[in-house]
C-alpha cells in the first residue's frame, strides 16, 4: 500500500494492524443479526423494541439486554452465523488476532450442548483469516460450583484453541475468595486466567483478582486509578487493564467512577473529612448481591448515586474516561470493544475516540495497539511474529 495513501489519522488507525483482547462473542449480536435469529426461532421482534433494549445506561440494563438478546442463540449454528459476521468485522478493522470470550457459564445455565456450540464456532474460525483463540467465561453471580463446570469444559477443549478461563458478571455479587479453588484449577491445568474487576467495583476487587485468583489481564479495572500503590503493581508485574471506554459509559460504571471522584473530592475539601457525607436513604452507592442460581438476574436497578449521576445534567463524557491518565502513567492497558453491537461501538470506534477526545497521540495509539499483540497469550514464537508484523507494517506511517 502506498504510503500517500494512509497517511491521515483515520486511515492510519483503519490500517493499524491490531489485536481485541476483550471481546464477548455474544456481544457482537447486533440488532440486524438478532431479528434474523428470531425469525430463524419463529419469532418476529419488532424493530422497535431491540432498538429500546440496545439503549442501556446502566450495568442492570446491560445485564437485562445481555440476558434477552443471548436467549435467541439456541443452536450450534447460530453461534456460527454470529461467529462469521464478527470475524469479518474484525478482518474489516485490520484486527489480526482475537481472544475471544464465550459465555460458558449462559450456555451451561440454559442446558445447551457446549461441546456441539463449541464445535461449530472453531469450525467457522478455523476457515477466516483473523488468528481467534477462546476464553470460556463463568458468570461470578452463579456460583464456584458452576464456574468448576465451565473451567472443567475450558480445560477439555483446549486442544482446539481454549486458552484461558474468565470469571465475568456481577463483580459485586460474591468474593473472589469464593473463587480460588476454581482459579487454582485453571493454573495447573496452564489455562491462563482472567476476571472482570474494578469495572462497577472498587479497586479492592482488582487487587484480590490479582493476589488471590491470579488474574493475569484485568477486564475494565478503571477503579485503579483512585489507587496509586494498585497501578504500582500493576506497572510492576505488567498485569494490563482491557480499557473499554464506550462500554463504561453505557453501562454507568464511568458514571460511578466519577461519582467516587466527586466524593473523594468533597471529603478532602471538607473539614469534617468522612462525616461530612451522611448517609442518604435509597442513594445507597453499594448494590445488593444477586440471588445465586437466579437466572443471570442483574441487580435490581434502584436509585443508585451512580444512576442518578447517569441520569442528571452531569452525565460524563468518553472526555472523562481515565484512559490517558493510565497511559502517561506508565499502567498497562489495552484496548477493546467488551461487547461492541450492544454498545454501538467497533474497535475502530474505540481508537478513533482514544484519538479524538481523550487525547491520546499517534505514537500513543501505536503502542496501545502494539500492547494488543505484547499482552496476548499466544505461544512466545507465535507473539514475536506477530509482534515482528506489526512492526514492519507501521514503518509505512509517518508518525513523526
Ligand atoms: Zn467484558
Redesign the pocket.
Known amino acids: 500500500m502506498a504510503l500517500r495513501q494512509i497517511q491521515s489519522a483515520a486511515s492510519i488507525l483503519t490500517h493499524l494492524p491490531k489485536a481485541e483482547l ?1 471481546l ?1 462473542l455474544e456481544g457482537c449480536l447486533t440488532p440486524a443479526l438478532l431479528l434474523q435469529l428470531a425469525r430463524r426461532h419463529g419469532e418476529i421482534l419488532s424493530p422497535e423494541e431491540v432498538s429500546r433494549r440496545y439503549q442501556t445506561r446502566t450495568f442492570p440494563e446491560f445485564l437485562e439486554l445481555f440476558k434477552w438478546a443471548t436467549s435467541y442463540l439456541r443452536e450450534p449454528s447460530d453461534y456460527a452465523h454470529l461467529a462469521a459476521h464478527t470475524f469479518r468485522e474484525l478482518q474489516n478493522q485490520t484486527c489480526l488476532y482475537s481472544e475471544m ?1 464465550l459465555s460458558v457459564g449462559v450456555m451451561l445455565l440454559r442446558k445447551q450442548d457446549v461441546e456441539a456450540n463449541f464445535a461449530a464456532l472453531a469450525e467457522s474460525a478455523e476457515k477466516q483469516s483473523v488468528r481467534v483463540n477462546w476464553i470460556f467465561d463463568a458468570v461470578r453471580q452463579f456460583g464456584p460450583q458452576k464456574a468448576m463446570d465451565v473451567a472443567r469444559l475450558a480445560v477439555q477443549m483446549k486442544s482446539r484453541g481454549v486458552m484461558a478461563f474468565g470469571l ?1 458478571g456481577d463483580e459485586e455479587s460474591l468474593p473472589a475468595s469464593d473463587f480460588r479453588k476454581v482459579f487454582d484449577y485453571a493454573a495447573s491445568e496452564n489455562l491462563h486466567r482472567l476476571a ?1 474487576a474494578g469495572e462497577t467495583g472498587g479497586p479492592q476487587n482488582i487487587c484480590d483478582a490479582v493476589e488471590i485468583l491470579g488474574a493475569e489481564r484485568i ?1 475494565h479495572g478503571i477503579a485503579a486509578i483512585h489507587d496509586e500503590k494498585l497501578m504500582d503493581l500493576l506497572i510492576a508485574r505488567q498485569i494490563p487493564l482491557e480499557i ?1 471506554p464506550t462500554s463504561n459509559l453505557r453501562t454507568g460504571a464511568l458514571a460511578k467512577l466519577l461519582a467516587r471522584n466527586l466524593e473523594s473530592r468533597q471529603r478532602a475539601a471538607s473539614p469534617l473529612g468522612d462525616r461530612s457525607l451522611p448517609a442518604q436513604p435509597g442513594l445507597s452507592p453499594d448494590i445488593p448481591p444477586s440471588e445465586i442460581n437466579d437466572v443471570l438476574a442483574p441487580v435490581a436497578p434502584h436509585p443508585t448515586r451512580e444512576n442518578v449521576y447517569a441520569a442528571g445534567s452531569n452525565q460524563p463524557r468518553i472526555e472523562d474516561h481515565p484512559l490517558a491518565k493510565f497511559v502517561a502513567r506508565g499502567v498497562p492497558v489495552t484496548l477493546a470493544s ?2 461492541p453491537a450492544m454498545f454501538g461501538t467497533t474497535l475502530l470506534a474505540e481508537y478513533s475516540l482514544a484519538s479524538n477526545k481523550m487525547g491520546l497521540t499517534p505514537r500513543q495509539l501505536v503502542s496501545l495497539a502494539e500492547a494488543s499483540f505484547r499482552h496476548a497469550f499466544l505461544p512466545a514464537a507465535e507473539k514475536q511474529s506477530f509482534l515482528d508484523n506489526f512492526r514492519s507494517s507501521i514503518s509505512q506511517f509517518n508518525l513523526h
Do not use: I, L, N
Request: hydrophobic share 0%.
Open positions: 476483550h464477548h470470550t465475568g472482570h477486564g473499554c467488551d461487547d
